[in-house]
């Protein structure tokens, strides 16, 4: 059997971790099998959909690398891949289950369906539709749609008995049929279906082997089983991926940070990290192996894999990810992923300038090693690009310091300046630590206030390549502001 997997997001929000997930299992899956990836997008329900949100599936899509097979835009033999460019088809088969007697037409007002719910709500009895025209006559069907009052059609769900399916990973799934929402919808007064209907439909005709989707569409498998039943068709097999969740072992949500896509990415998250590291959550290939390319996973990708477990989305561990992807990047590469953020931030112009590419290019290697997000580089380097003023004192003095120490050091390190820029790193190291010595302080209580005062801040790239960078004369020039800072610190108590 070939295999067919498909990708069916509703367009009514961004592109999250957990979507994704979904879309990178049945992508692999389908490559590591030499079959096909299907992108289906279900945009049945016209109220939450938003262009936008279309829009950032292709874009999302497209900047993880992820090609369908079949889908929009390139189109495929099982087209069009666009639910609301098929609603004929499903009108269809809503009137065929119809005219099968598995399916009826129910004529409730929303009137009388809030009211029952209110009751319902009431007497605590268990909530759904109450089947109220599940027994009209075809006399009585008739005389209403002559009177020309809308109707819904509804599925029959059958009262007693169980469905079950098998899933790949969580065995043989039961329901009593009496647990599956008393007759569904299938489609609306406006000939609109509903999502059972056109996913099923679209399943079948789509010629889908393998369902990969969130567990939490395990409720509506029963259900989608009878409706293949119903029309005489097998099910494809299904396969229910575990949960994302937090480290808090909740369900992956705003609360944990970001979670759409689009925001990881303006955050500087390189597609491959992103990538690597998602596929991670839930599945491995042995309990060793962390890294792995798009081209890798296309090939070792298997469902046998899946982790039964809710997967754990940890943000730092996606960070850290992303710090190596970043070091493995070559520099150009890099300095043009780096570019827009510090337009964006107005570090450097929009063009940059020759003499500012000269300085990011002269930077780049030393910040790599510093770099967890491409954004980070905002930070990190204005102080390449702007004259620092003013000076937080305390950040100036190192813990377990006072002003007049910190003073001392950095007199210290102005009157050796010079050796420090033209040495080499381990001559310049040699250098400082002389100063601690002598001074009797830690090796890094001379670095930090050194640091703070070239930088403007405690994070920063190496110390001694940031001296480098900005050279002798601005490196005095900052160690005698700080100076003044500190000593007007002492004067004012
Ligand atoms: N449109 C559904 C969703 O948004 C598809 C669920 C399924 O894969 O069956 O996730
Ligand atoms: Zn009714």
Redesign the pocket.
């Known amino acids: 059997m070939e295999v067919r997997v498909r990708y069916?997001?509703?367009p009514t929000g961004l592109q999250h971790i957990g979507g994704i997930r979904t879309a990178l299992f049945n992508y692999f899956f389908a490559r590591s099998k030499g079959g096909k990836f299907i992108l289906r997008v279900?945009d049945t329900d016209r109220e939450r959909y938003t262009e936008e949100a279309l829009q950032d599936l292709y874009t999302t899509l497209d900047w993880l690398g992820v090609k369908w097979d079949e889908g929009p835009e390139i189109g495929g033999p099982y087209g069009p891949y666009i639910q609301s460019e098929r609603f004929d088809l499903y009108r269809e088969y809503a009137d065929k289950l119809l005219e099968d007697g598995k399916a009826y037409r129910c004529f409730c007002t929303s009137e009388r369906l809030e009211k029952l719910r209110e009751e319902q709500k009431k007497g605590k009895k268990s909530l759904g539709y109450d089947r109220h025209c599940r027994n009209l006559t075809q006399e009585e069907v008739n005389a209403k749609i002559s009177a020309g009052i809308p109707s819904v059609i509804r599925f029959k769900v059958p009262f007693e008995g169980k469905t079950s399916f098998e899933d790949v990973l969580l065995g043989k799934v039961t329901r009593k049929n009496k647990d599956i929402s008393p007759d569904p919808v299938l489609l609306k007064s406006d000939g609109f279906p509903t999502?059972h209907l056109a996913?099923v439909v679209d399943d079948h005709f789509m010629k889908i082997s393998h369902?990969l989707?969130?567990q939490e569409?395990i409720p509506s498998g029963a259900l989608h089983v009878l409706l293949y039943e119903a029309f005489g068709w097998s099910p494809p097999v299904y396969c229910h991926l575990p949960m994302v969740m937090g480290k808090d072992g909740q369900k992956l949500s705003k609360r944990h940070g970001s979670t759409s896509v689009v925001e990881f990415r303006e955050k500087g998250y390189l597609p491959e990290a992103i990538i690597n590291y998602v596929s991670m959550v839930g599945w491995s290939y042995d309990d060793k192996r962390e890294f792995f390319s798009r081209e890798e996973l296309e090939k070792l990708f298997s469902l046998e894999k899946i982790n039964k477990a809710p997967g754990v989305f940890d943000y730092k561990k996606l960070e850290w990810f992303n710090g190596q992807y970043i070091r493995k990047k070559s520099m150009p590469e890099l300095t043009g992923l780096v570019l827009p953020y510090l337009k964006k931030e107005g570090i450097i112009s929009d063009p940059v300038t020759d003499k500012e590419m000269e300085i990011v290019e002269a930077m780049m290697p030393l910040m790599a090693e510093r770099l967890h997000l491409l954004s980070d580089i905002s930070k990190l380097s204005a102080f390449l690009f702007k004259d620092i003023t003013d000076y937080d004192a305390a950040a100036l003095v190192p813990k377990k310091m006072n002003t007049e120490g910190t003073i001392r050091v950095l007199e210290e390190i102005l009157s050796v300046i010079g050796n420090v820029v033209n040495a080499g790193e381990e001559e310049a190291e040699t250098i400082f630590r002389g100063i601690a010595e002598k001074l009797e302080v830690k090796l890094g209580s001379v670095l930090m206030p050194l640091r703070v005062a070239v930088t403007g801040s405690t994070v920063s790239p190496p110390i001694i390549g940031s001296i480098r960078l900005i050279g002798e004369e601005k490196t005095v020039e900052r160690i005698k502001i700080a100076l003044e800072k500190l000593k007007r610190e002492v004067e004012n108590g």
């Open positions: 069916a997001p509703s279900e999502y996913n369902i989707r969130a569409w």
